[in-house]
């Protein structure tokens, strides 16, 4: 559940979680938030809304389904607000805030409430789960750190398992602008990736290079 006054700001935002995978329900204000608590794994508040405020939604939903996570966004930063605001939630995010932050707070607000529970993608000798945000190599057992931008890139990539994929829709799903020819920011992420997730990079096995088109990622 995401609640937000701010038409432009609340549709960057619930665009952005939608195409990272998640169910994201809109509401403009906190007066029926407590109608659309059951069913929702998270809530994500502003505190500044018409009619009830941040603060008191979160309350109510706190009381109705306690076991909810409840992540307040607020332009507010002084210490007297997030500590009246981490009362009842379970995180406090200020704007301006980029989404790849908030993303990563959703991911382990969710994680920690235990909601995620995900069967892994098994390719060659790695396990991807998309849900937890994590990587392993089962060779190792140990856990592979992505940056943002390189887990957006492989979990797209491995969404479309199997699939060639070009070099512009790989780029305009994870960066959301047109790519432009000649543009070499694809090429270093995907040279970087691969040196954390191949055996060998230089012969990659993960990640395949399909000569004048784009890449693949073959289970």
Not at 32 to 60: H, K, N, S, W, Y
Not at 69 to 81: E, G, M
Not at 103 to 117: D, H, K, N, P, S
Not at 200 to 212: F, H, L, M, S
Request: glycine residues 8%; negative net charge; aromatic residues 10%.
């Amino acid at each position: 559940m995401y609640v937000e006054d701010d038409p432009e700001i609340g549709t960057l935002v619930s665009r952005y979680l939608r195409e990272r995978g998640f169910e994201v329900k809109w509401l403009r204000s906190g007066e029926d938030a407590g109608a659309f608590a059951e069913g929702c794994d998270l809530a994500v508040l502003d505190i500044m809304l018409p009619g009830l405020d941040g603060f008191t939604v979160g309350r109510r939903l706190k009381k109705l389904a306690p076991q909810m996570p409840i992540l307040l966004l607020s332009a507010r930063t002084s210490i007297d607000d997030k500590l009246q605001g981490l009362e009842f939630a379970d995180d406090y995010l200020t704007k301006p805030f980029h989404p790849e932050e908030l993303e990563a707070r959703i991911r382990v607000l969710l994680r920690r409430f235990g909601t995620f529970a995900s069967e892994p993608v098994a390719i060659k000798h790695l396990l991807f789960y998309e849900n937890e945000n994590r990587l392993v190599n089962r060779d190792t057992g140990e856990e592979i750190v992505l940056t943002g931008k390189q887990f957006q890139i492989f979990t797209y990539m491995v969404r479309h398992l199997g699939q060639i994929l070009t070099k512009e829709q790989i780029f305009e799903a994870v960066w959301g602008e047109p790519y432009l020819e000649g543009d070499k920011t694809l090429m270093v992420h995907i040279r970087h990736l691969r040196e954390k997730v191949e055996r060998d990079p230089n012969a990659p096995e993960v990640i395949e290079t399909v000569r004048g088109i784009g890449y693949r990622v073959r289970a």
